[in-house]
Structures are given as structure tokens and as C-alpha cells.
């Protein structure tokens, strides 16, 4: 038997503490939270994706009363951005939660599936995606949406798998 640690690096800031691309992102996220249509859960989530070409994508979760025909915003945005800019990489995207008449104290974390949509567009373009998830206390920031999906799940993994360690 051999234990292995697996660690995971992320930086708090407070809003006007980001560098200026990513307010600008995070605004729009914001922003894209009217957008969503979340009449079963109320809880309304947007994101905001920059293309390596300044080029911003955004999208807001979209619900449906057969709960898995919905969609989240990440998921939403991203395929939003490919089937439009299929050869632009993702710089970076940022990602708001509102609920209850207010944002989300504590940043929204993405479900596993969009982390997995978020690896294979860093997968696919060979470039990290940063992902900015807004709280209206403070933001984290991962410099790669690999930071938030350990042992990831590749196309090489359907062949065997990819070495770990």
C-alpha cells in the first residue's frame, strides 16, 4: 500500500482585490444571474467566460420541471463558447450564485460535472483555465479548473488511464 496527499492551491480575494480582468468577469456573472431560469430551486447562477482573445462568453443555469433536462451556467457558457469560438481556449471564467434577494455570501462551487467539462476544454486547448468563483464576502480563485477535479477523467482514460504519480 502506498497513501499519496493531494492538495489543491487557491487564493481569497476581496472584490476590489482582483486583478481587473477578472471584476470584469465576475460583473458579468454577476450580472448573468437575471438571466437565469430557476423557477423550481431560486437559485440563480451565471457565468462569465474570457476567450484568449478578450472575447467574453456568458451563460446562466437554465432549469426544467424533469429536473435533469436543465443545465448549469458553467456548462451553459462553455458549450456556449466552443460551438461559437471552437478555436479559442478559455482564459478564464467566473462564476455567481444569488439566492433568497441576495448573492451568495461564500462563493458557489461547481458541480462535478462542470469541473469535468472545465478539465476537458483545458484538455482540449493544452491552456489552464482559471476559475473565479464569486462570494459576496470574498472570492477564491484557482489558477486551473484542474485544481478543482483531482485524477481527472481523460480520453486517455478510456484506454487504460494516465500515470498519477
Known amino acids: 500500500m502506498k497513501e499519496i496527499t493531494l492538495s489543491t492551491k487557491a487564493t481569497l480575494y476581496q472584490e476590489n482585490e482582483l486583478p481587473a480582468e477578472y471584476q470584469q ?17 431560486h437559485f440563480q447562477v451565471g457565468a462569465a467566460a474570457l ?18 433536462s436543465g ?16 478555436h479559442l481556449a478559455v482564459k478564464a471564467i467566473a462564476i455567481a450564485c444569488y439566492t433568497d434577494g ?6 458557489g462551487s461547481p458541480c462535478g460535472a462542470c469541473r469535468q467539462v472545465m478539465i476537458e476544454f483545458e484538455h482540449l486547448h493544452k491552456q489552464k483555465m482559471a476559475v473565479i468563483l464569486y462570494g459576496a464576502e470574498h472570492s477564491v ?3 486551473s479548473a484542474a485544481d478543482l477535479l ?3 477523467f481523460f480520453a486517455e482514460s478510456l484506454h487504460g488511464g494516465s500515470e498519477l504519480i
Open 25 to 41: 468577469l465576475v460583473q458579468e456573472a454577476k450580472h448573468q444571474t437575471n438571466h437565469s431560469y430557476s423557477p423550481y430551486s
Open 51 to 68: 476567450l484568449e482573445d478578450g472575447t467574453i462568453v456568458k451563460g446562466s443555469n437554465q432549469e426544467n420541471a424533469a429536473y435533469p
Open 71 to 86: 443545465l448549469c451556467a458553467e456548462r451553459t457558457t462553455l458549450f456556449y463558447a466552443n460551438s461559437t469560438y471552437p
Open 102 to 107: 441576495a448573492f451568495t455570501p461564500q462563493p
Open 141 to 143: 480563485v484557482f489558477e
Open 150 to 152: 483531482p485524477m481527472c
